[in-house]
């Protein structure tokens, strides 16, 4: 097993040089927050016209050069690249010696721990997994948002101090995620934060086919008070026909959704199915009603599967299954094992990206 030396900040200067390996959205945030906090970005890659702009704004007067000659140049080197990408790149640079013993090494993947790091690890790289649970826009924006932002930190015991150091610095909040837990603490952030925002925009679009002229307008306050109750009261915030058990008003809904917008009916019969187990789990939706609620659901899915090739199916706990998270929240157009930039993604706490 390999033993990882305990950093003193004896050992090394106080202040750290900073480089980004993958100029996406959050690699550059970052390290500007680490320059508010004294240390010196020296150096960061970016091959696409998107990732240079994005790192010349955001850092400015910081060279870029290829991933290798970052870490020849950091102290402190920061992965942002799509999760997909991570293996490779952490193995084509522990395999090509451009990894310096005694060297931080961050990724900020909400889906890898710190062993994704081990060929860096076996070089002699410090390994620090440190995910922002934030969405990123590219803008300097994200900096002031990183402020109270929690980070998922995953390292060797020997480093714990040293990454919720790096966190606090960066204004953030330090909460431990084991090793063995990552993926489902990345689950959880991309089920509430990427499908909030698919669901957000299904509504926004449903509001205009109905006459709305500013949807964003109507939905701010409510989503807003949503949230704030969902945040503070768990399932005892849920509210309307579903958890009411209005079926003949879910079934209503069910039909205008097959006439004005079909691809949106699955996601609905899906979160209202969930919605209802939740809420007959707490007792706000009584069992009586629940019965014809639950009947109009499974109609209704029995009816996407013959009109539609299965819009959904199954019982009242029976979701179709969803895809898992695929990338770090907004580290779109980053730097790949290869020295190529990664495709541009939507924001999210995925792309994060990731």
């Known amino acids: 097993m390999s033993t990882v030396h305990q950093p003193d900040l004896r050992d090394r200067p106080a202040r750290l040089t900073v480089g980004v390996v993958g100029a996406g959205r959050v690699g550059p945030a970052l390290a500007a927050s680490l320059q508010l906090a004294g240390h010196r970005p020296v150096a960061v890659s970016g091959v696409s016209d998107a990732s240079r702009r994005r790192a ?12 290798a000659e970052v870490l020849q140049r950091a102290d402190l080197v920061l992965l942002t690249v799509p999760d997909d990408a991570l293996p490779g790149l952490v193995a084509g640079l522990a395999e090509t010696g451009a990894v310096r013993p005694g060297q931080l090494l961050v990724h900020t993947s909400g889906r890898y721990g710190a062993r994704v790091l081990d060929p860096a690890l076996r070089a002699g790289a410090l390994p620090l997994a440190l995910h922002p649970a934030m969405t990123f826009t590219g803008t300097p924006v994200d900096v002031q948002r990183l402020a109270g ?21 960066m204004g953030g909040e330090p909460e431990w995620i084991s090793e063995r837990d990552r993926p489902l603490y990345h689950a959880a952030l991309a089920l509430g934060a990427n499908h909030l925002v698919t669901l957000v925009a299904q509504s926004m679009e ?14 701010g306050p409510l989503l807003g008070a949503a949230l704030d ?16 058990g209005d079926a003949g008003t879910v079934a209503a809904h069910v039909t205008e959704l097959r006439r004005h917008a079909p691809q949106t009916v699955a ?8 919605t209802a187990d939740r809420a007959l789990a707490t007792g706000l939706l009584k069992p009586e009603l629940a019965e014809d609620l639950l009947g109009v659901l499974a109609d209704a899915g029995h009816a996407g599967d013959a009109g539609h090739g299965g819009d959904a ?8 299954g969803t895809s898992g998270p695929h990338g770090t929240d907004g580290t779109d157009g980053t730097t790949g094992p290869n020295g190529t930039d990664g495709t541009d993604g939507s924001t999210g706490t995925e792309g994060n990206d990731r």
């Open 229 to 244: 109750n969902a945040l503070r009261s768990g399932d005892a915030a849920l509210t309307g026909p579903v958890a009411r």
């Open 149 to 169: 932002c929690s980070f998922g930190v995953t390292a060797p015991e020997e480093l714990r101090l040293a990454a919720e150091a790096l966190v606090i610095e």
């Open 267 to 274: 996601g609905y019969l899906a979160m209202a199915r969930a």
């Open 313 to 320: 199916a199954g019982g009242p706990s029976g979701t179709d």
């Open 56 to 67: 010349e704004a955001m850092l400015p007067g910081v060279p870029l050069v290829p991933p």
């Open 206 to 219: 449903l509001l205009r086919a109905a006459g709305v002229g500013a949807p964003d307008r109507m939905l």
